[in-house]
């Protein structure tokens, strides 16, 4: 998937990354302002997230249980500056249990990730629009 995206076509966007996904570890790069926070929200909102979406950057990871009772990891990995922090955290336990894993700033835990894991990569076009590319 390479498609260019409003925030008015955020809902259409992430059914359709939710159908193209192998598996349930998403990884998302892009700067700083570009929405992956505002894209995880929505995606936890169409698997049916019932707890209160907010991004983990100060706790690493929020757990949020969905309607049909999955469990649905949210980390963020921006403070992070030593892996040696996630693996502290357990974070292997997390991405080997066929949970939904959605981390921000994976670039920070590099050596820690799966190598299946979905590369999501979200870049801010010059008319406000994004792109988002799954590799």
Request: net charge negative; hydrophobic share 35%; glycine share 4%.
């Amino acid at each position: 998937m390479n498609k260019n995206y409003s925030l008015n076509d955020l809902s259409k966007i992430v059914s359709i990354l939710i159908s193209s996904v192998k598996n349930k570890t998403l990884l998302f790069y892009g700067q700083m302002g570009v929405g992956k926070t505002t894209l995880i929200k929505e995606l936890c909102r169409q698997l049916q997230v019932e707890d209160n979406i907010s991004s983990p950057t100060f706790s690493l990871v929020n757990e949020y249980k969905t309607a049909s009772n999955e469990k649905v990891y949210h980390f963020d990995f921006y403070r992070i500056t030593d892996e040696e922090e996630a693996l502290d955290m357990g974070i292997e336990d997390y991405f080997y249990n066929n949970d939904w894993c959605l981390i921000e700033w994976p670039e920070n835990i590099e050596n820690l990730l799966p190598l299946d894991a979905v590369e999501i990569h979200l870049t801010l076009l010059d008319d406000g629009q994004r792109n988002i590319q799954l590799k």
